[in-house]
């Protein structure tokens, strides 16, 4: 199965990744941690989230940083990919076709899981690059 068509028209928007943030690969959000591994900023695609739910996925405000569920995305060669998570995570979660749960989305009898979106991603960033090499993005 590969992406939705609607996926080509992304433009990337520098403004939005910034380094050092991590991917929880279980529930599909963006996360600024401090040197503790306490939520400071939490992100599902575009949309920020309030304490009340991150206290819902995370009970104690805090995150510990294990390797099969966290990705940290600490290099400026991350922001694309930064980007595109972000843009996959919202596209699938706001998408009436898709069923969003917890952990994933679902399309009829497909689910696909957070995990399995960002397992996808070094290929398709390589893609997404080059899309964004031929759009370039308007400064106003």
């Known amino acids: 199965m590969g992406y939705p068509e609607q996926i080509r028209e992304f433009e990337y928007?520098?403004?939005?990744?910034?380094?050092?943030?991590?991917f929880d690969s279980l529930y599909g959000n963006l996360i600024k941690v401090d040197a503790y591994g306490n939520i400071l900023v939490f992100v599902h695609?575009?949309?920020?989230?309030?304490?009340?739910?991150?206290?819902?996925?995370?009970?104690?405000?805090?995150?510990?940083?294990?390797?099969?569920?966290?990705?940290v995305l600490n290099t400026l060669?991350?922001?694309?990919?930064?980007?595109?998570i972000?843009?996959?995570i919202n596209f699938f979660t706001n998408s009436p076709e898709?069923?969003?749960?917890?952990?994933?989305?679902?399309?009829g009898n497909l689910s696909m899981s957070f995990k399995s979106i960002f397992q996808?991603?070094?290929?398709?960033?390589?893609s997404f690059k080059s899309i964004f090499l031929v759009r370039p993005y308007s400064v106003v």
Do not use: M
């Not at 969003?100 to 399309?107: E, F, L, N, P």
């Open 13 to 22: 928007d520098p403004s939005f990744p910034i380094r050092g943030l991590w």
């Open 86 to 88: 972000a843009c996959l």
């Open 45 to 71: 695609g575009f949309e920020f989230l309030k304490p009340s739910q991150v206290y819902e996925l995370y009970s104690n405000k805090f995150l510990q940083l294990d390797e099969s569920r966290v990705y």
């Open 120 to 126: 996808v991603r070094p290929s398709s960033v390589l």
């Open 98 to 107: 898709y069923t969003s749960h917890k952990t994933g989305v679902r399309c």
């Open 77 to 84: 060669f991350n922001l694309p990919e930064t980007y595109l």
